[in-house]
């Protein structure tokens, strides 16, 4: 499995400050400020795990996490938000998510999150 971690999230403090977290962990970071910049550059055939914030003007996370879908990836997406409902970490299970994690993030949280995915 891949060192590569896409970051979506429209906050650029959030994507600069996961950036240089994952980056003293070894892996390689590229963060994107929408979804469809992200749709944009990065292909299925290219490995990796997607962190994806929820609330973001354009396509949303849920609906990224649809087309991500839909698209026939096996990228491993792991949901990052401030939301605070008790059923956010259910419906991106459900969603096919590994994970959800709610901000601020747990850096050794996030990093072990992210490892499990590279055992698959």
């Given at each position: 499995?891949?060192?590569?971690?896409?970051?979506?999230?429209?906050?650029?403090?959030?994507?600069?400050?996961?950036?240089?977290?994952?980056?003293?962990?070894g892996?390689?970071?590229?963060?994107?400020?929408?979804?469809?910049?992200?749709?944009?550059?990065?292909?299925?055939?290219?490995?990796?795990c997607?962190?994806?914030?929820?609330?973001?003007?354009?396509?949303?996370?849920?609906?990224?996490?649809?087309?991500?879908?839909?698209?026939?990836?096996?990228?491993?997406?792991?949901?990052?938000?401030?939301?605070?409902?008790?059923?956010?970490?259910?419906?991106?299970?459900?969603?096919?998510?590994?994970?959800?994690?709610?901000k601020?993030?747990?850096?050794?949280?996030?990093?072990?999150?992210?490892?499990?995915?590279?055992?698959?």
């Amino acid at each position: 499995m891949s060192n590569n971690i896409y970051i979506v999230d429209d906050d650029e403090s959030v994507c600069r400050a996961l950036k240089t977290l994952l980056m003293t962990y070894g892996f390689n970071v590229t963060t994107f400020n929408s979804a469809q910049k992200f749709f944009d550059t990065v292909t299925n055939d290219q490995p990796g795990c997607l962190l994806l914030d929820i609330h973001m003007p354009g396509i949303d996370g849920w609906e990224t996490q649809k087309k991500v879908l839909a698209s026939g990836s096996t990228r491993p997406v792991i949901f990052i938000s401030a939301e605070k409902k008790d059923d956010a970490t259910a419906r991106a299970v459900k969603v096919g998510a590994v994970g959800f994690l709610q901000k601020p993030v747990n850096g050794q949280t996030l990093v072990d999150l992210i490892n499990t995915t590279k055992k698959n």
